[in-house]
């Protein structure tokens, strides 16, 4: 099986027990005249569950290779004892956690794309300017829109329908807005044939297709996540860092004769995947969905009632978690293209290092628990009746 995105690090020496049910490890014994800095909490880890009753420092004003968001949603989840801390102090210990998903030479590489993305946005005149500010009236239909606005697990969920347990398919975008940033996304393929640029491909996987927060759509669908995919997936997806989503990768895909014709059997680099069909006129190009699966599980089988297969549809959108192992059947005439956004929690991702039952989503986790419950079961009635034929 193809994963999208590199595989999880994990640090071996941080893989002790806990002190409470919190997260929360045993406060380090300070050397002597040792300054209280952020080298003080160096052995320190996160909380499991957010303090929601703090209120995070202002990080507006920081600048560098993560968004403000990031570091407000991350510091809830500190020690309770560096809460208090300065803000320099607990901006250094976070920065300490975040690079851990950065070697050096992934930091490099993300600068030079950075740079890529600044001359794009410099040189490049958009198609449609109304695209690259939110416009939430414009690019929603009525029902998503109020479903979203009222905010309540009732509300979002009377716009939805989930044919199997985690997978929801609704109506979301407006006819005009997928027209407009088709034809902005072509408009770009375009102005970079015409300018010789090299066009960044949105993942490993496809060969068509374009990063949307490459020609400054960023920002758009920074607010698009935050706003309206984020009060979804903290319904539906707590348990895989659904309320803390943080960042997003955006694109748009493209399958049809001369493009990619199917996409194979995968999990995406993402807490929570939307998929929106944008169109054009197409036949085939189904979605095969085969199951949640933890790192530990992605290639064990699947049952019968883990399989789904899902049509698309111009407009509506198919939201799901990114470790739903799926992939794309070939798109046997026309053209089909499709917007993703895949969404990531840095929240969640530092808590899973220091989690090993995954049966809380993981279909397999969860068949593994449900076996070793039937068996313990069954020798607790065993030791029973041998202890009750000893007594006669």
């Known amino acids: 099986m193809a994963l999208e995105g590199p595989a999880e690090r994990r640090d071996e020496g941080q893989q002790g027990g806990m002190a409470n049910g919190n997260g929360v490890a045993p406060p380090p014994s300070r050397m002597a005249g040792r300054p209280l800095g952020a080298a003080a909490y160096s052995d320190r880890r996160l909380r499991l569950n957010p303090n929601t009753e703090h209120k995070p420092q202002d990080y507006t004003d920081v600048r560098g290779e993560y968004a403000p968001a990031v570091y407000s949603a991350l510091e809830r989840h500190l020690p309770p004892s560096l809460l208090e801390a300065d803000r320099d102090v607990k901006l250094h210990f976070m920065r300490d956690i975040l690079a851990r998903y950065w070697p050096h030479g992934e930091r490099n590489k993300v600068h030079r794309h950075k740079e890529y993305r600044q001359k794009i946005v410099h040189l490049y005149k958009p198609l449609h300017q109304e695209l690259y500010s939110m416009h939430p009236s414009a690019f929603f239909l009525p029902t998503f829109l109020e479903a979203v606005r009222t905010n309540t697990e009732e509300s979002i969920a009377s716009i939805m329908t989930e044919p199997i347990p985690g997978v929801f398919s609704f109506a979301m975008l407006q006819p005009n807005f997928c027209d407009m940033l088709l034809e902005e996304v072509e408009n770009f393929e375009k102005w970079v044939h015409a300018m010789k640029f090299k066009i960044m491909r949105p993942?490993?996987?496809n060969k068509y297709g374009a990063v949307l927060d490459d020609f400054g759509?960023?920002?758009m669908l920074n607010q698009f996540m935050e706003e309206f995919i984020a009060p979804i997936s903290k319904v539906f997806y707590p348990e895989v860092g659904g309320g803390t989503l943080d960042s997003h990768h955006a694109f748009v895909v493209e399958y049809g004769k001369d493009r990619d014709v199917e996409l194979g059997f995968h999990v995406d680099d993402s807490e929570v995947t939307l998929n929106v069909c944008l169109g054009k006129q197409f036949s085939g190009g189904e979605l095969y969905f085969r199951g949640i699966r933890c790192e530990n599980h992605v290639n064990s089988e699947t049952q019968h009632e883990e399989m789904y297969d899902y049509s698309h549809v111009p407009g509506r959108a198919v939201l799901h978690r990114g470790r739903?192992?799926?992939?794309?059947?070939?798109?046997?005439?026309?053209?089909?293209m499709n917007l993703l956004l895949w969404c990531r929690s840095s929240v969640f991702r530092e808590m899973k290092k220091?989690?090993?039952?995954?049966?809380?989503w993981c279909g397999e986790c969860q068949r593994e628990k449900r076996e070793r419950q039937i068996q313990c079961v069954k020798a607790?009635?065993?030791?029973f009746l041998r202890g009750a034929g000893g007594l006669v």
Do not use: V
């Open 380 to 383: 607790t009635k065993l030791a």
């Open 217 to 219: 759509l960023e920002a």
């Open 324 to 336: 739903h192992r799926h992939g794309a059947r070939p798109t046997s005439s026309g053209l089909r």
């Open 203 to 205: 993942n490993t996987m």
């Open 354 to 360: 220091y989690q090993m039952d995954f049966s809380s």
